[in-house]
């Protein structure tokens, strides 16, 4: 059932088309992918009800699926790769959003070069942008978060992301993996149109957004975000920096859109018979879900809000590039835990697995610094532990895991060597493993947290995180509005599971391009 479900969703099959086809009449003149940041499938059944706007309008447009992301990678770097480019952190080599380099001994960011600048380098595979840019059609990526712009394309397009200490957008050629700055006369035109600094007005719910939440505001487990604090108001002018809460209201959802729709005026997309792609991604919903949680009235208030916003936004896309002319896919990067105060979990920090990690190495090693990082799903050994000779190195691997073991909120550790190489291979779990790591790059060893229990800092407490390899966080709603689609009525639950690595080739087909895997 599954594979003839998947068979039928990539439809034209991207191996069987050719590389530039000349775009039949009727086709799709613009493929926008929608990417909810942090939107778990769990959270969307719970408030399916509520929505009568663009949701409502997207399932009864397109068919409704739960998309199922193939690694315990749920996170956002690794998943808009997946989404742009079919590969899971094994092949695409993005391990995280950050994470520790062994040549430079530090931690760099997913799209962070050595020094300090944006790149798309450490993506070892080509993306949509990449595909698209052999044709006369446009890849453009729009977000709050410079990886979310970046890593859909691949290493080529346009990007737009936004700057919190200049409280405005940004747009950036992309080329050979490294975006140079490129104003564009319309991004200008918007922002002298739409200062942010006036927009930054207080956040209060809308009137049945409590009853429909059904959880009080300042539901245990909630923290906040950007200076703000559990419960409503939020008002950016009390926080020390207003423009950083773009990130964490429902102004972050409202003018993504409008930039996307600024773009799509000002580059013609989806104006000739070449199909462009557009990639929008929704960074608020990653930070509301962070700071309060998706049962919380704050999460409720922004999809409410955004149910309206996005319904404006495809009535847009209809009145500027022709209803019946545009296909789309809705999904998500990753999904989320439920707060771990009701799954009776907790919170656990990359710090006291460290800790942890070097007390048990020195038990047999003697005082030194033997973990040189601990950064979620990776333990890096250091140079000093890799020369010890090899039994005492095996000694003390074995006491590392142990005691990594012995905390309830860790479910599994082990070597990376023994889960990583050969997926194909593999099976279940150990599949979904083997796609988390690359050989190259990630860990001598791993930590998976337990049900309920979810990576924290000190330094950013948060509601809920995401990054497991369960279910919470893999599984994501996976809206699919195709080309060619009719009318029916909408749909009130999810027909069937989907891979997550089929998107990017569904995504192909559609826009006429083959992905080069
Ligand atoms: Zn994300």
Redesign the pocket.
């Given at each position: 059932m599954k594979s003839v479900l998947l068979l039928a969703l990539i439809g034209c099959s991207a191996a069987a088309v050719p590389a530039h086809p000349e775009p039949p009449e009727g086709g799709p003149r613009l493929v926008v992918l929608l990417v909810l940041?942090?939107w778990p499938e769990w959270s969307f059944e719970a408030k399916r009800a509520a929505f009568h706007g663009g949701f409502e309008r997207a399932l009864a447009e397109g068919d409704w699926h739960v998309g199922e992301h193939p690694s315990a990678a749920t996170?956002?770097a690794p998943?808009h790769a997946l989404l742009g480019t079919g590969a899971a952190t094994a092949a695409s080599g993005i391990l995280a959003n950050e994470w520790w380099h062994r040549d430079v001994h530090r931690i760099l960011m997913a799209v962070e070069d050595e020094d300090g600048h944006e790149t798309t380098k450490w993506l070892r595979v080509p993306g949509l942008g990449d595909a698209l840019a052999a044709t006369p059609g446009k890849a453009v990526g729009i977000s709050l978060k410079s990886r979310?712009a970046l890593l859909p394309l691949g290493h080529t397009g346009l990007v737009v992301w936004y700057d919190p200490h200049a409280a405005r957008f940004n747009s950036y050629a992309l080329a050979h993996g490294t975006p140079a700055a490129a104003p564009k006369p319309w991004l200008e035109a918007y922002t002298a149109a739409h200062p942010i600094g006036p927009r930054l007005q207080p956040w209060t719910p809308l009137p049945d957004t409590a009853q429909l939440a059904g959880v009080p505001d300042d539901n245990p487990g909630e923290v906040g975000d950007k200076g703000f604090g559990p419960t409503f108001p939020h008002d950016p002018a009390a926080t020390k920096n207003p423009a950083e809460t773009v990130f964490t209201t429902p102004l972050g959802n409202e003018v993504v859109f409008e930039v996307a729709s600024a773009a799509i005026a000002g580059e013609h997309l989806g104006a000739d018979r070449a199909p462009d792609l557009l990639v929008v991604s929704l960074s608020a919903h990653?930070y509301v879900g962070h700071g309060w949680g998706h049962e919380s009235q704050e999460q409720w208030d922004l999809e409410r809000r955004l149910d309206e916003r996005l319904a404006g936004f495809l009535d847009d896309l209809d009145r500027q590039v022709g209803a019946g002319r545009w296909a789309m896919v809705i999904t998500s990067?990753?999904g989320a835990s439920p707060l771990p105060e009701t799954l009776h979990g907790g919170r656990l920090t990359p710090e006291q697995v460290r800790v942890a990690a070097n007390a048990a190495a020195s038990a047999v090693l003697g005082p030194g610094t033997w973990i040189d990082n601990t950064h979620y799903p990776n333990v890096y050994f250091s140079s000093a532990m890799l020369a010890q000779p090899k039994s005492e190195l095996a000694s003390a691997t074995k006491r590392v895991i142990f005691a990594l073991r012995s905390f309830p909120a860790i479910e599994r550790v082990g070597k990376v060597a023994d889960v990583a190489g050969h997926c194909g291979t593999r099976t279940g779990d150990d599949r979904a493993l083997c796609l988390t790591f690359d050989p190259e790059r990630s860990g001598d060893l791993f930590y998976l947290p337990a049900r309920g229990f979810i990576m924290d800092t000190e330094d950013e407490p948060a509601a809920t995180a995401?990054g497991s390899i369960h279910d919470y966080d893999r599984q994501v709603p996976l809206l699919i509005l195709p080309p060619g689609r009719t009318k029916h009525a909408p749909a009130t639950a999810p027909a069937g599971m989907v891979d997550m690595q089929t998107v990017a080739p569904l995504l192909a087909g559609w826009l006429g391009v083959q992905l080069p895997l």
């Open positions: 940041d942090q996170l956002t998943g979310a990653d990067d990753h995401h």
